[in-house]
T-cell receptor
Framework: QKEVEQNSGPLSVPEGAIASLNCTYS??????FFWYRQYSGKSPELIMS????GDKEDGRFTAQLNKASQYVSLLIRDSQPSDSATYLC??????????????FGKGTSLLVTP | SAVISQKPSRDICQRGTSLTIQCQVD?????MFWYRQQPGQSLTLIAT?????????ESGFVIDKFPISRPNLTFSTLTVSNMSPEDSSIYLC???????????FGPGTRLTVT
């Protein structure tokens, strides 16, 4: 069973703070990792992808990957109320094990308070 | 990223009927996928829509219930057949465009079965 685990939250942070979202996965064969943001009533929007151990930064977002610990995280700096959404962690196993199926966690609800 | 549209955006259907959902992309894409997001849940892959051949279904999903067509590289349909209230979900198509394994989602179709 391929598991992608996230704390459901809600995670509440004050405006301007750093929000830290965490994700663990069970399958060591996982090779690609993605963070999606989903506003209520909307479809998921890709924020970050990360494929190698270490940090990847894009604006206020930093993705961190540690394959040895099977752990991926997303940091949001200078959090804004508009960042309030559900953040989905998704993990991809490359063929031939699973085709291109993205395995999603259940998401963490983030609330940024003014 | 590609512009993805879905029709209809929402529908209310009676049990026992079928609904066909369309997914249109503004550029040719190799990979198209269909996902389901049940209320309060994360996304689950239904199938990969293959151009020119039968779709590849994930465990728990069968062609008789969810027939899929992919006549060309910009269009796909998903039919939800013989619907029951348990089929009430958001149905999303996604595409992989860049070769970087990143998937982008359409706006979704919200289906309610009464």
């Amino acid at each position: 069973q391929k598991e992608v685990e996230q704390n459901s939250g809600p995670l509440s942070v004050p405006e301007g703070a750093i929000a830290s979202l965490n994700c663990t996965y069970s399958d060591r064969g996982s090779q690609s990792f993605f963070w999606y943001r989903q506003y209520s009533g909307k479809s998921p929007e890709l924020i970050m992808s990360i494929y190698s151990n270490g940090d990847k930064e894009d604006g206020r977002f930093t993705a961190q990957l540690n394959k040895a610990s099977q752990y991926v995280s997303l940091l949001i700096r200078d959090s804004q109320p508009s960042d309030s959404a559900t953040y989905l962690c998704a993990v991809l196993l490359l063929p031939p094990n699973s085709g291109y199926a993205l395995n999603f966690g259940k998401g963490t609800s983030l609330l940024v308070t003014p | 990223s590609a512009v993805i549209s879905q029709k209809p955006s929402r529908d209310i259907c009676q049990r026992g009927t079928s609904l066909t959902i369309q997914c249109q992309v503004d550029s040719q894409v190799t990979m198209m996928f269909w996902y389901r997001q049940q209320p309060g849940q994360s996304l689950t892959l239904i199938a990969t829509a293959n151009q020119g051949s039968e779709a590849t279904y994930e465990s728990g999903f069968v062609i008789d219930k969810f027939p899929i067509s992919r006549p060309n590289l910009t269009f796909s349909t998903l039919t939800v057949s013989n619907m029951s209230p348990e089929d009430s979900s958001i149905y999303l198509c996604s595409v992989e465009t860049s070769g970087a394994l990143e998937q982008y989602f359409g706006p979704g179709t919200r289906l309610t079965v009464t």
